[in-house]
């Protein structure tokens, strides 16, 4: 077992060194895939504890893990968002290429949790909580108001758990993330293709966690969870073609993107030996974000005396989801979830780059057991989207004269699968004795 749990060291340190961007899977640009165990129920439940990748949720849930504990995760995300464009200056010019925009991506997660003794816990979660990545084929019809993003975000949260008593556990933890990001806009002049404003930067924002759980009665878990609002600085460099005609800033710049905070609220219940319900509803604090100014060294970054900004200008965003856990054996579990999702994206700020909507999750998974203390969970998961109508007219924080209106319509859904591996060490291991 020293041996395996060596290995799984060093396979999380592998993954921990391919964490990448990924295209946002839950509404705005959240990441939720930190989990093949929770992904199979639709996170119905992930607050209320029963595996180590619940520390993402809420640090609180390390308690009802004995010894030492861990979880490596690998998602694949095959997102699918392709346009339809009705109104541009361009249209007629540059024909829709039916191009699917959202990039596939591998989305990798890790937690490592030890008791310490009877009361209290310490664990570590490194994942990528926030990430968006969208690429269109230049020319097309919306590229004034859109041609790439990326957003790639590296979340590191050391953890702390106490066990008050046999009804309640609290916990806590810190943030520390570093972010990266690039955005390319279509300007047009002085040629319609070749015209691009670039922004790109990268910076560090911090943060906390903190939860508790409770068991009111027996196979009953109710956790509530907390991550901290965070403000991602953001500091990096704006560019202009060679030869542009109008005023612009060029050279270094500064931002604040204010990430929003998140309540997690998760109950498991135990109808059986073999049967267990799971439900969710959270909360993210998406109005929060506002508008992104971009600082130059003198005040705003200009194009043509106007202030360049990002009028993400979102509403809070909310998931219901219900799931259960059938045990056939005590060695195998099957799981099933469904989730519905408001998202914080309307129709009257939608963009090109985050072409979201209200979506629905339907998710299968399984768990089996392959040696003592350790497991190997899959699922998969459809995510239907609603059609997003962009409609950059005037009225729209992202409308500029200069640029003209864009409307069109983007039709998206989403397959994700997932793989994970789970350790678990039922006692704290015994001090080691020498002979003197």
Request: a negative charge; glycine letters at 16%; proline letters at 5%.
């Given at each position: 077992m020293r041996e395996l749990r060596s290995r799984l060291l060093i396979a999380a340190a592998s993954v921990a060194s391919v964490l990448t961007s990924v295209d946002a899977q839950a509404g705005g640009f959240a990441i939720r895939e930190q989990s093949a165990d929770w992904l199979g129920v639709s996170f119905a439940g992930v607050a209320a504890g029963g595996a180590p990748s619940s520390l993402f949720w809420n640090p609180a849930t390390m308690t009802q893990l004995p010894g030492v504990s861990g979880e490596i995760n690998a998602t694949g995300i095959l997102p699918s968002s392709k346009f339809a464009s009705t109104v541009s200056p361009l249209l007629g010019l540059v024909p829709d290429s039916n191009q699917n925009i959202a990039d596939a991506a591998l989305a990798p997660a890790i937690t490592a949790i030890k008791q310490i003794n009877s009361n209290t816990w310490i664990g570590l979660s490194v994942n990528s909580p926030w990430g968006l990545s969208t690429s269109f084929q230049d020319p097309w019809p919306g590229r004034f108001y859109g041609l790439n993003s990326n957003l790639r975000t590296y979340n590191v949260t050391p953890s702390i758990a106490y066990h008050v008593n046999n009804w309640i556990s609290v916990g806590a933890g810190f943030q520390a993330q570093y972010g990266s990001t690039g955005l390319?806009?279509?300007l047009p002049a002085p040629s319609p293709v070749a015209s691009t404003l670039n922004l790109s930067g990268s910076g560090w924002g911090f943060g906390f966690t903190a939860g508790a759980t409770l068991t009111p009665l027996a196979g009953t878990d109710i956790g509530i969870g907390y991550r901290s609002a965070l403000d991602q600085k953001i500091s990096g460099t704006m560019g202009l073609p060679?030869?542009?005609?109008?005023p612009g800033t060029v050279g270094a710049i500064s931002t604040t993107l204010r990430l929003p905070d998140v309540v997690s609220v998760g109950v498991k219940q135990r109808v059986s030996e073999t049967f267990t319900l799971l439900g969710t509803v959270e909360w993210t604090n998406w109005s929060r974000i506002g508008t992104s100014v971009i600082q130059a060294a003198g005040g705003p970054a200009t194009i043509a005396g106007t202030p360049v900004t990002l009028p993400f200008d979102y509403r809070d965003?909310?998931?219901?989801?219900?799931g259960m856990e059938y045990r056939p054996a005590a060695d195998w579990a099957v799981r099933a979830g469904v989730g519905y999702e408001i998202s914080p994206v309307t129709n009257a700020i939608s963009m090109p780059e985050v072409p979201d909507a209200n979506r629905v999750w339907l998710s299968v998974g399984l768990s089996k057991t392959i040696l003592p203390?350790?497991?190997?969970?899959?699922?998969?998961?459809h995510v239907f989207i609603d059609n997003a109508n962009?409609?950059?007219?005037?009225?729209n924080p992202w409308f500029s004269p200069l640029l003209g209106a864009y409307s069109?319509?983007?039709?998206?859904?989403?397959?994700?699968?997932?793989v994970g591996l789970r350790l678990q060490t039922p006692t704290i291991a015994p001090p080691l004795v020498t002979k003197g």
């Open positions: 390319t806009f279509g060679s030869g542009f005609p109008l965003g909310w998931l219901f989801s219900a203390g350790l497991s190997f969970d899959v699922a998969y998961a962009i409609n950059i007219v005037p009225g069109g319509t983007a039709s998206s859904h989403i397959d994700i699968f997932s």
